[in-house]
DNA sequence: TTGCATTTACGAAACTTTTCGTATATCATT
DNA sequence: AATGATATACGAAAAGTTTCGTAAATGCAA
């Protein structure tokens, strides 16, 4: 049973912080704005980071601990219930609402590793036996 | 070989227009408009149904057809290679670029027929082959 | 042919998301 | 205590998307 807290659905831009939050862990705003930065070839600027952070605080997407100077700040989004959202909503965009038809284009056009392939194969397994 | 036209993606909304003309075929403003409105609760207006198509066809999303006074228009973005864009573009947004973990997301949420399953069992062994 | 309904054209308003300028506070160093 | 570096707060500009009001053209029916 998880708690269905039903947070509103992150931005593009959101949704790039959350993901260096969800691998790294509790960060300060000037961390992330460096990640961000190493990620992509536009500079973001240092409050243009904060800002949105701010935001994301707003609508809980995020946390912050306020103790220090440095805001030290927690995604309060969880990763896998926000993947499964997100997803729903984009299967029923771009494909009409047949995940099956996404896995099979997602399946078709990259090239998946044998132990990726046994992975959803023994999921599958899994799902048959019910 | 298919050819590359590398047109920009469509919005939200355009996609929405393009997933009815990818099932029937080219359509009036009319039509679509209508149909926009059977599947939501929210009236939208037959302008703007309108701008929106007069728009994606400026960006060659769309084409039409102007000899009689009501245009007829058509999708000139093809369904498949959109979607594969769009997925692409969600895969590194929301599972940073990992298309497994897609895969098993949205199999292990919604509830996928024996059919589908046995669909995707058959490509599986495809790529295992080739 | 006059008038009504329907269509397209055009521009701009309304919203949403992203970006940043500027002010102010805090801390460390001298 | 003064200086410089770094932090947060706030508001608003900039950019992107969606919506629609209004005008002008076209076709149809009386």
Redesign the interface.
Known sequence: MSKKSNLPQPT?AE??IL?ILW?AGPSTVRFINEKLNEQQEKEIGYTTTLKLMQIMTEKKLLSRNTESRTHVYLAEAVQ?D???A???K??D????GS????????????Q?S?E??D???A??EK??KG
Request: proline share 0%; charged share 20%.
């Open positions: 593009d949704l790039e993901q691998e896998g926000t993947q499964k997100l997803l729903k984009f299967v965009a771009a494909f009409q995940a099956t038809s996404l896995v099979m284009q997602a399946l078709g056009n990259h998946t044998q990726e392939l992975e959803i194969k999921l599958i799902i048959e």
